[in-house]
């Protein structure tokens, strides 16, 4: 693994910061001089994020239980804050972790800088800053076959994050859902529960879905032993349904706790929204159905 890399996309406007599993698309926008220095600050927190991790990668692997535990660092200790809601569901900082890096250097970017907007996307986990009156559009683009409904979040709405998760993903999922997106008050926070939500969409011991043991696929994984899927196979309409409306049922309790702002859910050409006028008012209802084999895909789109 190399160190750190820093450049600038062609566009001249888009930072690329790249270190081993850490990829992310930063960009600024504000007067030119406060934009600069910004980048700067995000760049020097950056530098040091991945090697805080991997010191205490150990603990950061293990389960989460109901009191949150000390991390040296301020990006583990936003990995634990958002999963140690959950517990005792099994869950790791590890499920945050995207989410928190994203957050973390967020953080560096804005401190003490006057910037209309700002996004740090890590992956597709994407942490959002926007000053009074300033407001971005996303674009939920998350299972491959040209979906891509957009969504508008303005400063006065309480969403700060976005996450997507899912079987076809980067990482390994539990679950079945093709996609599930879910806008939070953090990335870190929406990172988590995407995971989450994405392994309550399930039909646990359906013959049409293929599943391997965590550790067999990454000797490394936080996830042990578990099962996580690698192929899912044709389902009725009924198996659908129910897969989608198990995860609905947890998305639902998490935004009742407040854990969350909304969530859409993916599977099968089908679709479940949770709360949030944002996805009831951007979001389609019906999808075409997914072609074998498509790539997962997170996509982010500001104007």
């Known amino acids: ?19 081993g599993p850490i990829d992310l ?5 504000g007067p030119e001089a406060e934009r600069r220095t910004a ?3 995000a760049v020097a927190r950056f530098r040091a994020v991945l090697d805080e991790l991997v010191a205490e990668l150990a603990a950061l692997r293990s389960p989460a239980a109901t009191t949150p535990r000390a991390f040296l660092s301020s990006t583990a200790r936003r990995m634990e804050q958002a999963v140690f809601p959950h517990a005792p569901l099994f869950v790791t900082p590890m499920a945050a972790v995207a989410g928190s890096v994203a957050d973390e250097v967020l953080g560096s970017l804005v401190a003490g800088r006057s910037l209309e907007r700002a996004y740090v996307n890590n992956g597709g986990d994407i942490a959002l800053h926007l000053a009074p009156g300033q407001a ?4 939920i683009a998350g299972i491959g076959h040209g ?28 679950g079945i859902a093709d996609a599930v997106t879910v806008l939070a008050r953090s990335a870190a926070a929406a ?21 391997v043991a965590a550790c067999a696929l990454d000797p490394d994984s936080d996830l042990g032993d578990r099962l996580v899927t690698r192929e899912v196979g044709i389902l009725s309409p009924d198996d659908i349904r129910a897969a989608l409306e198990s995860g609905l049922a947890t998305a639902e309790s998490m935004r009742r706790r407040g854990l969350i702002e909304g969530a859409a859910l993916f599977l099968g050409g089908k679709s479940r929204l ?11 209802t019906a999808i075409p159905p997914l072609p074998p084999a498509t790539p997962s895909c997170k996509g982010f789109a500001h104007a």
């Not at 698309?25 to 926008?29: D, G, K, R, T």
């Not at 990172?191 to 392994?199: G, K, P, Q, S, V």
């Open 1 to 19: 693994m190399t160190g750190p890399a820093v450049s600038w996309l062609p566009d001249g406007r888009r930072l690329h910061l790249n270190h």
């Open 25 to 29: 698309i930063v960009e600024a926008f």
């Open 136 to 139: 971005f559009h996303a674009a």
């Open 274 to 284: 949770c709360g949030g006028s944002l996805l009831r008012q951007e979001v389609t």
């Open 191 to 211: 990172d988590a529960a995407a995971t989450l939500i994405a392994n309550a969409v399930d039909l646990p011991g359906h013959p049409a879905i293929a599943r």
């Open 39 to 41: 980048y700067r600050q």
């Open 147 to 174: 979906f891509a409904d957009r969504l508008t979040i303005r400063a006065d709405d309480a969403v700060r994050g976005i996450a997507t998760s899912g079987w076809r993903g980067r990482s390994h999922s539990l």
